[in-house]
């Protein structure tokens, strides 16, 4: 049994450009959520997908945007990059909508320059 | 609104030393409580978990139960170990509607000493 994939993990962009990462979710899990980690905080959920479609969204910018796939695997979009959007971005699978079961990725360290 | 309140670190025992981190939390209705646990450059790993007032979450030795009365979920061990060093996140679960997303206070980083 695999667990979540997620990458790469390590990127640096600059200011203003366009960022996406990759998840590949956990066997048998149909649900992706997406956290944001920065230095020293808890993690801040952004959104999460089920069966392709966005179902639940934290208090972040449109210019956050995601993707499901139909093998459940998932993208996050980050547009017109800022300085505070550096993080540890984290992915987590689950086997339903309920937030139980959730397995996490090591994450994506975005840094913005 | 819904929010998770840890103590803050950095946490530094002795080996063997007992260990509690505190945790508060805020919420509306009845809440799942979780522990996560994050080892350096690794992702969450869920620790344990309790699920409606007076539950007992257990593993590893760490326990934390669920107290409604005073809105607390704080996590003890009684003897750490150095590979015990990491960061630990308390968390909070509600749904609304099929959402069900964590709420994660900032962080107890916990370093133990030979």
């Known amino acids: 049994e695999t667990g979540v994939t997620q990458s790469p993990t390590h990127l640096i962009k600059t200011r203003g450009q366009q960022v996406t990462l990759r998840c590949s979710s956990q066997?048998?899990?149909?649900?992706v959520s997406w956290y944001q980690q920065a230095l020293g905080q808890g993690p801040q959920f952004i959104f999460q997908?089920?069966?392709?479609?966005?179902?639940g969204r934290g208090n972040f910018p449109p210019r956050f945007s995601g993707l499901q796939f139909p093998n459940y695997s998932s993208e996050l979009n980050v547009n017109a990059l800022e300085l505070d959007d550096s993080a540890l971005y984290l992915c987590?699978?689950?086997?339903?909508?309920?937030?139980?079961?959730?397995?996490f990725g090591s994450g994506t360290r975005l840094t913005v320059v | 609104g819904n929010s998770v309140t840890q103590m803050e670190g950095p946490v530094t025992l002795s080996e063997e030393a007992f260990l509690t981190i505190n945790c508060t939390y805020t919420?509306?209705?009845?809440?799942?409580l979780f522990w996560y646990v994050q080892y350096p450059g690794e992702g969450l790993q869920l620790l344990l978990k309790a699920t409606k007032a007076d539950d007992k979450g257990s593993n590893k030795g760490f326990e934390a139960t669920y107290r409604k009365e005073t809105t607390s979920f704080h996590l003890e061990k009684g003897s750490v170990q150095v590979s015990d060093s990491a960061v630990y996140f308390c968390?909070?679960?509600?749904?609304?509607?099929?959402?069900?997303?964590?709420?994660f206070g900032k962080g107890t980083k916990l370093s133990v000493k030979p």
């Open positions: 968390a909070l679960k509600r749904l609304r509607g099929s959402q069900g997303n964590l709420i």
């Open positions: 997908y089920y069966r392709e479609e966005e179902n």
């Open positions: 987590a699978s689950s086997p339903g909508q309920g937030g139980y079961g959730y397995t």
């Open positions: 066997s048998g899990h149909n649900t």
């Open positions: 919420a509306t209705g009845y809440p799942s």
